[in-house]
């Protein structure tokens, strides 16, 4: 499994924009599936984007669309994510995910098996 952690998470006003970054550990982060997911207190882990091993797939869950861009730096074992004109509504915890797979797009939690700790993002309004 690879180690995952991220970074970034903070406060900001609606609006404004925040980059989260996910650095892995390990010389084989360009051969994994990666993913960013958010979670409310109580509420089921949610889809946020995921990327291809090369960075040339990327796929978006419906309420960040053109509004959030992953991408991943493989020569620097980073995944990122970009977000932009952020709403109260994307208030979560943020996490990346890991899995060595064929890419698929869309995706469950329950597909990954390598997770970071979570960084916390408020949007206040």
């Known amino acids: 499994q690879v180690q995952l952690v991220e970074l970034g998470g903070g406060l900001v006003q609606a609006g404004g924009s925040l980059r989260l970054s996910c650095a892995a550990s390990g010389r084989t982060f360009s051969t994994y599936v990666m993913a960013w997911f958010r979670q409310l207190p109580g509420k089921e882990r949610e889809f946020v984007a995921s990327?291809?091993?090369?960075?040339?797939?990327?796929y978006y869950g419906d309420s960040v669309k053109g509004r959030f861009t992953i991408s991943r730096d493989n020569a620097k074992n980073t995944l990122y994510l970009q977000m932009n004109s952020l709403k109260p509504e994307d208030t979560a915890v943020y996490y990346c995910?890991?899995?060595?797979?064929?890419?698929?797009?869309?995706?469950?939690?329950?597909?990954?098996?390598?997770w970071g700790q979570g960084t916390q993002v408020t949007v206040s309004s």
């Open positions: 995910a890991a899995e060595r797979s064929f890419y698929s797009g869309s995706y469950s939690p329950s597909d990954f098996d390598s």
């Open positions: 990327i291809s091993w090369s960075g040339s797939s990327t």
